[in-house]
C-alpha cells in the first residue's frame, strides 16, 4: 500500500548520511529546485546536483535491500 511505502522510504532516509538527506528532503518533500537548495545550504548548484543524484542512488539501493 501506499503508507507502506510511505513508511519504507522515511526509513531509508534515515539511513543517508545528512548531506545527502537535506538535498534528497528539500528536492522531493519540500519542493525546491537545486538552485534554491544551493542558495540555503551555501554549496554550488552543480554540488546539489551531485548530491541529489547519489542520494537518490542510496536511497534505491536502501528500498530494494
Known sequence: SDL???AKVK??????TPE???V???????????KEIAHMTGVTENLVSV????GV??????LVS
Open 20 to 22: 545527502y538527506r537535506t
Open 4 to 6: 507502506d511505502l510511505i
Open 11 to 16: 526509513d531509508a532516509l534515515v539511513n543517508l
Open 51 to 54: 548530491r541529489l543524484n547519489r
Open 24 to 34: 534528497v528532503t528539500m528536492r522531493f518533500v519540500d519542493g525546491f529546485t537545486p
Open 57 to 62: 542512488a542510496k536511497l534505491k539501493a536502501l
